[in-house]
């Protein structure tokens, strides 16, 4: 599981993360949710070590996040943060290609070809593989994007905004393709939400965070309740049950 203990991060005297307590379950979908400046992504970059805690300990499989070996880690946990930033001339499977430099530092075997065409063919992405990034759309190039961290093939697999450039349609299959990989291949997934009712949809769990600490945990029935959900995102909200599950609804 990915244990969090203790964690803080302080950017200023008003502004700091925790101290947060966390457990994730393994081989689930957990769904990280709140308002802007929460905290969620503080706390997804510093399980994934690209941000240094000041306090606590990060654990993911066993491993001390903060003083494991990176090439360790690298085959253990990976991220797609918020932010993207890519090299034009990469085809697309080249950049997929990338999520197995960990395993081949750049030498790929046939076996590690394979793994690129999986998730190349799984998100639907094999008649563009020979284009460049530049040349998709943005949602093709966040698919892309997914394609290659699923690369890495580890059990453990962090993404901040997800659904960035996607639209509903599109998020909706994004979903269901992490919903499968979690289902098929046992990895666990973290991933940042905005869209309470696609997190209720897809996620076993959901972590809502308030001001820098975790405020709820629990399943999507213990969370999609009217007095929680509108005590995390402060605008009252109204849960209605329907045949697909509980819908939240602003009022």
């Not at 930033?85 to 046939?110: D, I």
């Not at 590690?112 to 992405?125: A, K, N, P, R």
């Not at 890495?152 to 905004?161: A, G, I, K, R």
Request: proline letters at 2%; glycine letters at 8%; charged letters at 25%.
């Amino acid at each position: 599981m990915i244990s969090v203990r203790g964690v803080s991060k302080r950017y200023s005297s008003q502004t700091h993360i925790g101290p947060v307590d966390l457990e994730i379950p393994q081989g689930e979908v957990t769904a990280i949710v709140g308002l802007n400046g929460a905290g969620k992504s503080t706390l997804l970059t510093m399980v994934g070590r690209l941000l240094k805690l000041d306090e606590g300990q990060i654990f993911v499989a066993g491993l001390d996040v903060h003083d494991a070996n990176s090439k360790d880690l690298a085959k253990v946990l990976a991220i797609l943060r918020q932010e993207n930033h890519f090299v034009t001339r990469l085809s697309v499977r080249q950049f997929v290609a990338f999520g197995r430099f960990s395993y081949t530092q750049g030498r790929l075997t046939p076996q590690d070809e394979e793994v690129i065409s999986h998730y190349i063919d799984f998100l639907g992405l094999k008649e563009l593989e020979n284009r460049y990034l530049d040349e998709v759309s943005g949602g093709q190039r966040q698919k892309a994007y997914v394609a290659m961290v699923l690369a890495q093939d580890t059990d453990y697999v962090l993404l901040d905004e997800l659904l960035n450039n996607l639209d509903v349609a599109r998020s909706v299959e994004m979903l269901k393709y992490l919903r499968q990989t979690c289902d098929e291949d046992g990895k666990t997934i973290v991933m940042i939400m905005h869209d309470i009712n696609f997190s209720a949809q897809c996620a076993n769990n959901i972590c809502a965070m308030k001001e820098g600490k975790v405020i709820a945990f629990g399943s999507a029935k213990d969370i999609m309740n009217s007095k929680t959900l509108t005590d995390i995102f402060e605008t009252p909200i109204e849960v209605i049950d329907t045949k697909y599950g509980p819908f939240a609804i602003c009022l």
